[in-house]
């Protein structure tokens, strides 16, 4: 989760781009080359789930559902992050500030998806 997160907050300006370009669909072959991209992040996260699943050591659960929930959380707080921090010269460029926020984020999905995958039902 940590070298994921650390990713995305790495090119931040990068990563709001791409959303940008997925958002408009007015250049599908850049669309295309940008959701191939993604894909493969995708793939590796599904093949964690997956795995854990048929292993027993996570519940069944919706992967692709919890996918989106990863990487929509680190998305919105990249594209919005005074949603998550009242301070209003908080800026994701200033090293202090990208690593309180990158703590919080990786604290968050960690705590997140390991209660939802592992909490028995």
Do not use: W
Request: include cysteine; glycine fraction near 4%.
């Amino acid at each position: 989760m940590e070298g994921y997160v650390n990713g995305i907050l790495n090119k931040t300006a990068f990563h709001k781009m791409m959303h940008r370009e997925l958002s408009l669909t007015q250049r599908p072959e850049m669309y295309d080359k940008i959701k191939d991209a993604m894909s493969q992040n995708m793939q590796l996260i599904d093949r964690i789930i997956t795995d854990g699943i048929e292993d027993g050591t996570f519940n069944k659960v919706d992967v692709r559902m919890v996918i989106a929930t990863i990487m929509g959380t680190i998305t919105n707080i990249v594209i919005s992050p005074h949603k998550v921090i009242s301070c209003s010269n908080f800026d994701l460029n200033n090293p202090k500030d990208k690593k309180i926020i990158k703590d919080r984020v990786v604290s968050h999905l960690q705590d997140l998806t390991t209660v939802y995958l592992t909490t028995k039902r």
